[in-house]
C-alpha cells in the first residue's frame, strides 16, 4: 500500500522560500501520477502543481506559475515543491497525493499523505 509523509513546511515571511518534500513508501512511484494540493483558511482543496509518471509532464494553477516548481526523483521515490516569491495567500496545508491514472485530473488522486502547514507572513 502506497503511504506518502510530507515534510518541509513551516512559517516564512513573504518573498522568501520553502521546499516541501514528499517520501513515498510502500510501492515504487514510477508509474504513478503526483500531485501537491492545498487547503487554505477557509477555502476548498486546489491543485497546485502536478507532475505526470513517465514523462514528467507538469502542471501549474495559474497563481503559482513562475514561482513554485514541482520535481520527482523515482529512484528516491520523492518528490519536491520548491515554492520562491511566497505570498500570504500561499498560506495552507499542503498534501502530496498520488494517482495510478490520469495524471491531469485531480479527482483521480487517490492517495494521500498527512500534509504540512505552511505559514506566510505578511
Known amino acids: 500500500q502506497l503511504q506518502l509523509v510530507e515534510s518541509g513546511g513551516g512559517l516564512v515571511q513573504a518573498g522568501g522560500s520553502l521546499k516541501l518534500s514528499c517520501a513515498a513508501s510502500?510501492?515504487?512511484?514510477?508509474?504513478?501520477?503526483l500531485g501537491w494540493f492545498r487547503q487554505g483558511p477557509g477555502k476548498e482543496r486546489e491543485a497546485v502543481s502536478l507532475i505526470s509518471g513517465l514523462d514528467s509532464r507538469t502542471y501549474y494553477t495559474e497563481s503559482v506559475k513562475g514561482r513554485f516548481t514541482i520535481s520527482r526523483d523515482n529512484a528516491k521515490n520523492m518528490m519536491y515543491l520548491r515554492m520562491n516569491s511566497l505570498e500570504p495567500e500561499d498560506t495552507a496545508v499542503y498534501y502530496c497525493?498520488?494517482?495510478?491514472?490520469?495524471?491531469?485530473?485531480?479527482?483521480?488522486?487517490?492517495?494521500w499523505g498527512q500534509g504540512t502547514q505552511v505559514t506566510v507572513s505578511a
Open positions: 510502500g510501492v515504487t512511484l514510477d508509474h504513478y501520477s
Open positions: 497525493a498520488a494517482s495510478e491514472r490520469t495524471w491531469a485530473d485531480p479527482d483521480e488522486y487517490t492517495y
